[in-house]
T-cell receptor
Framework: KQEVTQIPAALSVPEGENLVLNCSFTDSAIYNLQWFRQDPGKGLTSLLL?????REQTSGRLNASLDKSSGRSTLYIAASQPGDSATYLC???????????FGTGTKLQVIP | GAVVSQHPSRVICKSGTSVKIECRSL??????MFWYRQFPKQSLMLMATSNEGSKATYEQGVEKDKFLINHASLTLSTLTVTSAHPEDSSFYICSASWQFTDTQYFGPGTRLTVL
């Protein structure tokens, strides 16, 4: 059974700081990994999707890396802004076609 | 593109009543829809997977007679919480995808409060 853990569970940083969120998974036989953002009381917004053949993906100030062999992914946020405050979730395929398991989430607060 | 809507966004009901939540794919045909539940300060937990025209597949521990899922068309799936109890209060999120794609597109969620 795939288990996905995110560290830290919560993070508070001053505006402008660069930061790294971590995601680890137990079953490395994955074909992709996704990072999502969830604002309080809202649904999910897809941020980045990394295929297993890729090492990283970039979108604006976000960069996600994937190391399948070690069961790890990181989400790097450059020059953080208060608008980045949200919960960040990673998700990996597990247990069947198109099914995913979500991580425990990291709640980020960027202080102005 | 790939927009998924949910209705209602928020519902409050009395214990013992049934509540229906709709999930629609607005600009694509969703061969598969997923229903998740999220309790406060917890991550999303998959409840069931539904394929258009077929019976839903429920995850272990999810009561199929309590959480009725219908996926009658390629753009609509419904989740009915029957005889709701306060412990069913949660955030319910659906997602949709189409065949041969890796990506799920998520709805905005429905906040259910059972009094």
């Amino acid at each position: 059974k795939q288990e996905v853990t995110q560290i830290p569970a919560a993070l508070s940083v001053p505006e402008g700081e660069n930061l790294v969120l971590n995601c680890s998974f137990t079953d490395s036989a994955i074909y992709n990994l996704q990072w999502f953002r969830q604002d309080p009381g809202k649904g999910l917004t897809s941020l980045l999707l990394i295929q297993s053949s890729q090492r990283e993906q970039t979108s604006g100030r976000l960069n996600a890396s994937l190391d399948k062999s070690s069961g790890r992914s990181t989400l790097y946020i450059a020059a953080s802004q208060p608008g980045d405050s949200a919960t960040y979730l990673c998700a990996v395929p597990s247990g069947g076609y198109q099914k995913v398991t979500f991580g425990t989430g990291t709640k980020l607060q960027v202080i102005p | 593109g790939a927009v998924v809507s949910q209705h209602p966004s928020r519902v409050i009901c009395k214990s013992g009543t049934s509540v229906k939540i709709e999930c629609r794919s607005l600009d694509f045909q969703a061969t598969t829809m997923f229903w998740y539940r999220q309790f406060p300060k917890q991550s999303l937990m998959l409840m069931a997977t539904s394929n258009e025209g077929s019976k839903a597949t429920y995850e272990q521990g999810v009561e199929k007679d309590k959480f009725l899922i219908n996926h009658a068309s390629l753009t609509l799936s419904t989740l009915t919480v029957t005889s709701a109890h306060p412990e069913d209060s949660s955030f319910y999120i659906c997602s949709a995808s189409w065949q041969f794609t890796d990506t799920q597109y998520f709805g905005p969620g429905t906040r259910l409060t059972v009094l």
